[in-house]
């Protein structure tokens, strides 16, 4: 039995704007809730239908530490029960499989303008409407075409049309400038209402 202890309202409405987002793009969506090692700060973590993990950071506590609800049962308990302590629902750890990203060893590589970023997502999505796959999804040739290029910290790192669609989709961008970090495998975007975090190469299979 999980429970979700938030710091104030205001901290329950982020998470549930959060939540609400993802489960609009997939009802489906399993959300990962797990403590950071200092502080009362929760990290919450979805995984997108773009094949990017999004997530969203809150003031609060979660019991077990790291665990793994149901979209649809966590924004239940975030809207029907208005206090700061929420029954998330049931756990369902299983539902999780994607690696999270390390907490440490993140480069700044570049701060770009919102606007920008803004623009460029929605060229894209005017594009994958014309290009919709057979299940009226943009093919992953689309999503995986680089829109940007951004160096620093000795990185070259290339942003997919994906990325964008994600911080789109999850109502992340709002004007702000958009800061990007990246580690040798990973590539993280940070907005104002949260980040998405993709891997910078594809896992390689292992060879039996």
Known sequence: MAELVLADPAERDDLGAFVARAVRLDAQVAVRLRNRASGDLLDAWVATPFDTLATRTVRGVVTPGDVTVSGGDLL??????????????????????????????????DRLPGDVIAELADQGVAVARENTGPHGTPPASLLDQTVLTVSGSGLDVKVPLRCLFALSGMGFLAGDDVRVTATDSWLRIDARYGAVVRRRHSMLPLLV
């Open 76 to 109: 239940t308990g975030l809207a029907v029960v208005r206090s700061d302590t929420v029954d998330p629902g049931p756990v369902r750890d299983l539902l999780w499989r994607s690696a999270l990203p390390p907490t440490t060893g993140w480069l700044p590589v």
